[in-house]
């Protein structure tokens, strides 16, 4: 299993709650600048994957496509979502999982002022 939380006012969260499906992606170094890009704008009128360029692949068993430049990809099922002050918290069993080693993870640092692999947050 796994939780994570987002704002009530999330297109993503409403997509979840709608279809029971979430991907959970930690994406790569190389598409830093289209993860920041697709943080601030709503996919409730916006095509993130063309607008920033991002190539997406296959994942074998699923439907759902992902980031070609993903660290981890889940794929998971929603199991129970619960309210918690201007947040859902979303519990979803994990069905697959991909991993790329040869992709470094992206990670935000600064309250997203930043996004980069650990081991340049200090550089």
Not at 43 to 71: C, L, N, W, Y
Not at 108 to 122: D, V
Request: charged share 25%; with cysteine.
């Amino acid at each position: 299993m796994i939780a994570y939380a987002m704002a009530k006012t999330s297109y993503s969260g409403e997509m979840v709650r709608r279809t029971g499906k979430v991907t959970v992606t930690i994406p790569g170094a190389e598409i830093a600048e289209a993860v920041m890009g697709c943080g601030s704008t709503t996919g409730r009128d916006t095509d993130k994957a063309s607008r920033f360029a991002i190539e997406m692949a296959e994942v074998e068993g699923s439907s759902i496509r992902i980031p070609r430049h993903s660290r981890v990809a889940m794929v998971c099922s929603l199991r129970e979502y619960h309210k918690v002050g201007d947040h859902y918290l979303y519990l979803c069993d994990v069905e697959q999982v991909y991993g790329d080693e040869t992709e470094k993870a992206l990670f935000a640092w600064n309250g997203y002022a930043r996004l980069c692999p650990a081991t340049e947050a200090s550089a």
